[in-house]
């Protein structure tokens, strides 16, 4: 059922492909750009059926069809990035024999200066040329997919891929060999960071046990080595700036522990993270209590603005023998007389004392809570304060294992750049 369903499939896709003109999306003929939705229909297809193994996603089967349909090489590159699909070709072009210009295709450094100046004012061309590669490792260098030997002869196509596919968006040049010229100019400068990019990724599987990174960097050694199908590969040790050779076994060890010097910080993080949710809620819950204890003052205010108010009128009743006396009571002034004003005079100044001694307990209560609430505060701020020193100290000093783990990349990295 699975195995009609996929055949079905990929006819309606290559059905698709027969009558797609893919010329619309081609840029100065070396580069195509299709956004999802010009190809809509074939990535639902793609996505709704379960693709053969050798597929690791309907990625590969678009990139197969794709590269079917534009005859592309392997020096060719397919890029899937977030909504946009990359084809660029790789492109030739004549460079002097010799010269000082002989690297740049004949350009003068100058010009290409300028041109990075104008083109890349902020060196935009660098986070974008780190930013494709780590889709391109996805694809055609994905270490799942293709053995070192193959690696070697991609990698260099990829890179020159990239920048060719930066310069072409980010510049006005139409001309192909002031193209190449000024991307084999940002090249150099992006060599190295995106070979130590490519360790990282390698070295990161290669910690999660990965099959395929084990099996990858095992072809890396001093002895000759030979994989699943027969190839066999010279010694080709890794080696860092002292000479020194890392195996399998020296490498897992340093990773172990580098991942776990990193989950150390990741936990410091989270920590600090914790920590500053826990006084957030502390610094909220005392702004609370601030704002009832300042309604509860007041309150207690008004009760012994109203017991003056009532101790002044039974102080003049005692110098009076009037038989109606006026007296104010809720914002009102009304006409009493005197005896039965005087009991609730009384009757009042008993409910109010009582109130007053009630909110009396009720301030001093919460003057405790609110005191209590801010000795935490203190207790938390001055572990927040220890942490984001600690955590500082750390991410500033390094764990002693981060400089052997960058001894490896380095090292993987120079050799793997080795062709």
Not at 184 to 213: D, P
Not at 225 to 238: C, E, F, L, R, V
Not at 360 to 366: F, G, Q, Y
Request: hydrophobic content about 35%; charged content about 35%.
């Amino acid at each position: 059922m699975e195995e009609s369903s996929f055949s079905l499939v990929e006819k309606t896709i290559e059905k698709f492909f027969e009558n797609f003109e893919p010329k619309e999306y081609l840029y100065l003929d070396v580069l195509y750009r299709f956004e999802e939705e010009n190809i809509e229909e074939v990535l639902t297809n793609a996505r709704s059926c379960k693709l053969p193994k050798k597929y690791h996603s309907y990625k590969d089967l678009l990139q197969e069809q794709i590269a079917k349909k534009l005859s592309l090489t392997n020096n060719d590159l397919f890029l899937y990035t977030e909504n946009v699909i990359y084809v660029k070709r790789f492109f030739q072009v004549e460079t002097p024999a010799d010269g000082p210009d002989r690297r740049a295709c004949g350009i003068p450094p100058e010009m290409l200066q300028e041109y990075k100046k104008r083109f890349f004012p902020n060196d935009e061309y660098k986070a974008r040329m780190l930013e494709l590669l780590t889709f391109a490792l996805d694809s055609t260098l994905n270490i799942k997919k293709i053995n070192p030997s193959e690696f070697r002869a991609l990698f260099i196509p990829v890179f020159v891929n990239i920048s060719d596919i930066v310069v072409i968006e980010s510049s006005e040049l139409e001309d192909l060999r002031e193209i190449r010229g000024l991307s084999y100019f940002l090249l150099r400068e992006m060599f190295e960071k995106m070979m130590l990019s490519i360790a990282e990724i390698i070295l990161f599987h290669f910690s999660n046990q990965e099959k395929k990174a084990i099996e990858f960097l095992s072809h890396y050694g001093i002895h000759e080595t030979i994989d699943a199908k027969g190839n066999h590969y010279k010694p080709n040790p890794i080696l860092d700036e002292s000479n020194r050779a890392w195996n399998m076994t020296t490498i897992r060890s340093t990773m172990i522990q580098h991942k776990k010097s990193k989950q150390t910080l990741y936990d410091k993080r989270n920590d600090i993270i914790a920590i500053k949710k826990k006084l957030n809620t502390y610094r909220n819950e005392h702004k609370e209590l601030t704002k009832h204890l300042y309604k509860e003052h007041k309150e207690y205010e008004k009760v012994e603005e109203k017991l003056d108010h009532i101790h002044q009128t039974l102080d003049r009743l005692e110098y009076t023998d009037a038989k109606e006396v006026k007296f104010l009571e809720n914002g009102e002034e009304k006409l009493y007389e005197r005896k039965p004003l005087i009991t609730h005079l009384f009757k009042s100044e008993d409910l109010l004392l009582n109130q007053k001694a009630q909110l009396h307990k009720s301030t001093k209560e919460l003057e405790l809570t609110l005191s209590n609430k801010q000795k935490e505060i203190y207790v938390w701020e001055k572990k927040l304060a220890e942490s984001e020193s600690a955590l500082k100290n750390l991410e500033s000093h390094g764990h002693p294992i981060d400089s052997q783990y960058e001894r490896i990349q380095r090292a993987l990295a120079k050799t793997l750049s080795q062709r």
